[in-house]
């Protein structure tokens, strides 16, 4: 398809592993992010990967890419109450658009 | 640098009136984008400019959107006439040498909320 894909919603208990989950459309991406937006504010690059590689680990972020299937997720771990914003996907596609998902928006539950 | 900014950061207009957003990029970056963000449609690319020519505007809706950059530290995005299904929450990004080749992050502005009754 056209357009990058995530589920609207997540919901999560607190110290519960949190896995968004986003499906892409190039499969010649170079680089794949993930964008957070906390309520009122813009976007922030939260993490990227490589299309080389398969996995990255950042403190409780962790993010796999299955290129074959064009699939991406992120997973923190251990959710805190202030991870709960809006998560978007994104791809850099090779006329230096970037295309975004339509975010996810994570609530946390105490 | 004070990053991405952009005024109004909220913005009430009556149906039929004309609207201008505005943006200052980050000194430096040549992609300056612009996008607009609803619940039901997400986060959509309405234009981007690279060293302040429009490159694709594809994403821009109607004829009624119009983009300018008259230099490389500002940006206007216009709507005129404005209609209420125009509301959303519009957003500049810059970002150096695009997106497409190394890590050059897109950095976005907070948006301007716009309402259009």
């Known amino acids: 398809g056209e357009d990058v894909e995530q589920s609207l919603f997540l919901s999560v208990r607190e110290g519960d592993s949190s896995v968004i989950n986003c499906t892409y459309t190039d499969s010649s991406s170079t680089y794949l992010y993930w964008y957070k937006q906390e309520p009122g504010a813009g976007l922030q690059l939260l993490t990227y990967i490589f299309s080389n590689m398969d996995m990255k680990q950042d403190q409780r972020l962790t993010v796999l890419l299955n290129k074959k299937d064009k699939h991406l997720s992120l997973r923190i771990a251990d959710t805190q109450t202030g991870d709960s914003a809006i998560y978007f996907c994104a791809e850099s596609i090779s006329n230096n658009d970037m295309r975004f998902g339509a975010g996810t928006r994570l609530t946390v539950k105490p | 640098d004070a990053g991405v900014i952009q005024s109004p950061r909220h913005e009430v207009t009556e149906m039929g009136q004309e609207v201008t957003l505005r943006c200052k990029p980050i000194?430096?970056?040549?992609?300056l984008f612009w996008y607009r963000q609803t619940m039901m449609r997400g986060l959509e690319l309405l234009i981007y400019?690279?060293?302040?020519?429009?490159?694709?505007d594809s994403g821009m809706p109607e004829d009624r959107f119009s983009a300018k950059m008259p230099n490389a530290s500002f940006s206007t995005l216009k709507i005129q006439p404005s209609e209420p299904r125009d509301s959303a929450v519009y957003f500049c990004?810059?970002?150096?040498?695009?997106?497409?080749?190394?890590?050059?992050?897109?950095?976005f502005g907070q948006g301007t909320r716009l309402t259009v009754v």
């Open positions: 990004a810059s970002s150096s040498a695009g997106t497409g080749r190394k890590n050059t992050e897109a950095f």
């Open positions: 000194s430096g970056h040549d992609y």
């Open positions: 400019f690279n060293n302040n020519v429009p490159i694709d």
